[in-house]
Each structure stands twice: as C-alpha cells, then as structure tokens.
C-alpha cells in the first residue's frame, strides 16, 4: 500500500515515503527559462483564501455553514451574469453568523452553451480550470435543485465544468496528505454536490519540483468562484463564496474578491473555433533523445530479466517541447481535443501566474459514487487501421499479443489487489477487451467495488496512484528505477487530475497532456511500459503515436526537423 507516513508530521501522504535521498536534480538544460515572468500575459488574477492554512482537520468537520442558493431559471448566459451580479451584491449586506463557510448561488439557464465557449470568453481571468467527464448512466449525476421557492430539474447527467477565479485554494510544496484531504472535505457536502474542489496532484511528490511546474506545488485544487457548468440539455452559472477566519479569510475579504471577479466576466459567449489552420513548429526537443531513450529501455530490461530485482515492468517517459510560430492558446486547444474525446476526458487547470496543464485522458483512475467504487485497466497501444478491414486485424494483434497480454496483466491484476485491500467484492467487468479510440485503441478492463466507508475515499486514491500503467510494478522499485533514470520533471503528468465532491469525486490519469506557454510553444508528455520482450525502437514509436494524439488536435506543423 503506498500511504506512507511521514515521522515530521504524522500525516499520512499520497506516494511513497519522503527519502530525500532519493530525490533527483532537474537537468538545467530541460528547465524553461524567464522563471520570474508572468505566464500569459496580462491577467487579472482573484484574490483567494488558502484553505489548508486552517490546520489539521478531523474526519467528518466541516465549516460553519454549507449552502447553496438557487434563483429562477433565464433564457440566456448574459441574463444568468447579470442576475449573480445583483445576488452576490444583495449577499453582501448579510451578517453571517457564522465564522467559516461556503455559499453556491446558481441560476440555470434553459439552453445548452458548451463550457469550453465560455470559458474561452473568459481569457484574462485566472485561474482557471476545465473538466469534462466521460459519459455515464444519466441517474448518476442527476441533481433535483430546489430552493423552496423555485426548482430546476436536470435529469441528464453533467457533462462539462468550467470555473474561473478561487473561492478556496489548496495548494503547498509537501505530498498530499490525508490532513490535507481533509481540509478540503471540510467545505463539501452531499447537500451541495455541485459544490466541487478541481485539480491535480504531482506524479513524484519526492522530486525537485523544476521551474515550470512550481505555481502547482505538490498538489493544486481550487473551488471556483465562478462557474458555468454545462448539462445535455441546459447549462448553469454560478457564484461561490467561502470564508474562514481560521484560514485569515473573512467575509468581507471574500465577498470583496468574489465581486471583482465576476464584474470582469464576459457575458459575450462566443461559439469557439475548434477547426484551426495549421500552427507551424519552429522546432521540438526530445528529452530523452532516441539514443539514451534505447540506452534507458535497455537498462530497464537488463534489470527486468535480471535475477536480483523483483522488477517486472517500468513506464518510461518523454518531454518533447515545441516551439511554435504563434502563441497556442490552451483553452481552444482544450476544444480541439474535444473533438476526438470519446471515451475520454478532457482538461485544463492553469493556476495564477503559471503555464496550463492540458489534456486529453482515455485512463480512470476512479470515480466514487457514495460508496461505489470504479476503477480502469488500460494497457499495450495499437494505431487504429485505415480501413475496417485493418483496423480489425490491428486489434487481433493486440488481443493475441503475448507482450502486450503481460504488460496490461500487470496493470489489471495490481488494480484489483490494491482495491480488494479497502473494498468488499470486487468485479472485473470485462476481463479484457479493447477500447477504440479515435487514433489509437488499448487493451481495457473495468473493476468496480464498494468500499467500506466513504472516509476510505483518501486511501482508495493513495491505494491506486500511480497505476502500473503509468509507473510499473513492484510500484516502488518502479518509481525508484524512473527517479534515476528520467532528466526531467513530469511534474503533474501521469498524476491524478480530477474533482472532489460532498458525495461524488472523480479522478483521471494526466496522461495525454501537455504544459502550455505563451511565447514559448508547449511541452508535451508520453510514456510507454518496459517488459520482458520490449524492443527500444517500438516502444518509441509509440511514443510517437500517444504524442501526435494531442499535438494532431491542434494540426501542429513541423517546419524544422530536429538534430
């Protein structure tokens, strides 16, 4: 089980315990240079409370008053705005009578408008986060929201969320701990379920954090001020204030900043253009190059067959930066990735001051509904085929493949043990089958359980992540054998990316993704698992395959080919 405790604080963390020791250095030559800019440009960035300045926590608190507040429903997102503007005024002459709590104020709104629009419309306001979820039973997320006054019933499940500014913010440099975890509960409930903490976690919570990725710390989650959530057949706009004096936030701090930020929302959505032409790459970097890329397969296999490591399989990855003619705007990227995210989730959290994490993820880590559990094993890669005909005969080598069979064993037999340790009957559901995907298809299992308390919510995550998949088994040798063999920081790549919510949370696997920067291109992330039987060659084509997933979105366009 990888909760590990840490003897400075007595907390329990997600990953492996802290071994300074183990630490690697970040090579100078992958880090991004102008470390003291602004990212982005000119932003307008909301002042927000830190909410794990409060201290430890105890299972089960929560703040002084969890609530949310519904208007009647209006015809359009520019009527919705101006209603939260007139909310959130009148709630400012309220004297609450409590000391820390959380208020949602939501109008629907009776037309569908994609998140992704309205977040586009929103370009200067950070942060800023996207989360579009796989599809799933409509019943499964289905909200009846009623006031006593007014209701507004959505019998379709939620399909997008997109939120800009930070009622609350959680962030710090330490691994994710169960206290940790535990204080961002204290400000959900199931009352609330639309009330949600997004955001992501590192990979290694033990590597030095390298310049591009330090406004995300270890772990990075943020509760939006304001909200656009988009449903099947309407969408919502909301407003959310949080306060605690624990945390040297109070109501007058928060209110103040809530109103600076939705004064400067756009109400002007515009349909965004998710066809665009070609963007040319001036250049790429592979890091690690082809070469110590096969020097680093063959090291990884020598030591798999070598009789003196429990090693059996290790993910390797690569950083590829890009540098592009023009500025690539992470947001509409996001929105070209939508167009090939069947069976996948999409996303984007880009905290104040900082690059955007991007991604197009086809890998659940879990989702929890009350105390249902899901999970997915998704090893071994294959190109989809050009013609019906190929494509078949592509996923009868993938079915029937000896290598590809172990590595996605490996992945599906540590998931089902790591949920049997916290769950009762566990169901893996197909066994093994294939899931397509636009350009690519996987081998995939699904594996449902129930746990045995909803406060084993923290440990289900600490339990899965990393998966075999995006680490390697025995996990901690794994990880051991990455930290001293990868030059570069994957910081929230291959991490979980995700939402907590009161009675619901669901968490992908960053993988798929890039860290985009204006002015500067982009870097983009891929991995692929080492087993008995890998060859080096293969494996770094389908490195090639899983990057031009992402970098295909956007019609990327080498001008320059590299070194």
């Given amino acids: 089980m990888s909760i590990a405790n840490n003897s400075a604080t007595g907390r329990h963390c997600l990953g492996f315990h802290q071994r300074l020791s183990r630490c690697r250095r970040i090579s100078p030559a992958v880090a991004w240079r102008e470390r003291g800019r602004r990212w982005g440009g000119e932003v307008c960035d909301s002042a927000a409370m830190d909410g794990c300045v409060g201290g ?48 949602r104020l939501q109008v629907p709104i009776q037309q569908r408008i994609q998140a992704i629009d309205w977040l586009s419309s ?37 399909l997008s969320v997109a939120g800009v500014g930070s009622a609350v913010v959680f962030r710090r440099l330490h691994c994710f701990s169960y206290n940790d975890w535990a204080s961002i509960k204290r400000f959900l409930s199931k009352k609330c379920p639309l009330i949600r903490a997004y955001g992501v976690i590192r990979f290694d919570s033990r590597a030095n954090i ?31 204030v949080a306060w605690d004096h624990a945390c040297s936030w109070t109501w007058e701090n928060a209110i103040e900043s809530l109103q600076s930020t939705i004064e400067q929302v756009s109400s002007n959505n515009v349909n965004l253009q ?13 890091v690690p190059s082809k070469t110590f890329w096969e020097r680093a397969v063959d090291r990884a296999l020598q030591v798999i067959d070598g009789s003196n490591s429990e090693l059996t399989k290790v993910v390797l990855a690569r950083s590829t930066q890009i540098v592009t003619g023009v500025d690539i705007d992470p947001v ?113 299992a699904q594996l449902t359980g129930r746990l045995r308390s909803e406060e084993d919510e923290f440990e289900i995550l600490s339990t899965l992540h990393p998966t075999p998949a995006v680490c390697g088994l025995p996990t901690e040798e794994a990880r051991d054998f990455i930290a001293e063999t990868e030059v570069f920081d994957r910081g929230m790549y291959a991490g979980p990316v995700g939402w907590f919510g009161g009675g619901e949370s669901e968490f992908a696997v960053g993988i798929r993704s890039a860290l985009v920067k204006r002015g500067l291109g982009a870097l983009i992330y891929a991995g692929t698992g080492i087993v008995k039987g890998s060859n080096p060659s293969s494996e770094w084509d389908e490195l090639e395959l899983k990057i031009s997933q992402i970098s295909r979105s956007l019609e990327l366009e080498v001008v320059h080919a590299p070194n």
């Fill in 332 to 444: 509409t990227w996001v929105a070209c990735l939508q167009k090939e995210g069947n069976n996948s989730y999409q996303f984007c959290v880009q905290p104040s001051n900082a690059p955007a994490f991007i991604g197009n993820t086809p890998e659940r880590l879990f989702h929890r509904e009350g105390l249902g559990i899901k999970s997915d094993a998704l090893a071994a890669t294959r190109a989809r085929g050009r013609t019906a005909i190929e494509d078949i005969k592509i996923e009868h080598d993938l079915f029937s493949n000896p290598k590809e069979d172990l590595e996605f064993s490996i992945v599906r037999e540590t998931i089902k043990k790591k949920l049997e340790a916290v769950c009762d009957a566990v169901v893996v559901e197909p066994y093994k089958s294939v899931r397509k995907l636009p350009r690519i298809q996987h081998l995939y």
């Fill in 210 to 240: 390298s310049p591009e990725w330090e406004p995300f710390g270890s772990f990075y989650f943020m509760v939006p001020q304001v909200e656009f959530d988009e449903f099947e057949e309407n969408s919502m706009l909301a407003a959310t």
């Fill in 122 to 158: 929103q370009p200067h306001l950070l942060p800023r986060t996207f989360f579009s979820g796989r599809s799933r039973p409509t019943h499964s997320s289905a909200h009846n929201i009623s006031n006593g006054s007014h209701s507004f019933n959505h019998h379709h499940h939620l």
């Fill in 56 to 103: 430890s926590q105890e299972p089960g608190g929560t703040v002084g008053i969890i609530e949310t507040r519904n208007f009647p429903a209006v015809q359009t997102a520019a009527l919705a705005t101006e209603r939260l503007r007139r909310g959130v005024a009148e709630l400012k002459s309220e004297a609450p009578a409590f000391t820390s709590g959380i208020i």
């Fill in 274 to 286: 998710k066809d665009l032409p070609q963007i040319p790459i001036l250049s790429y970097t592979h």
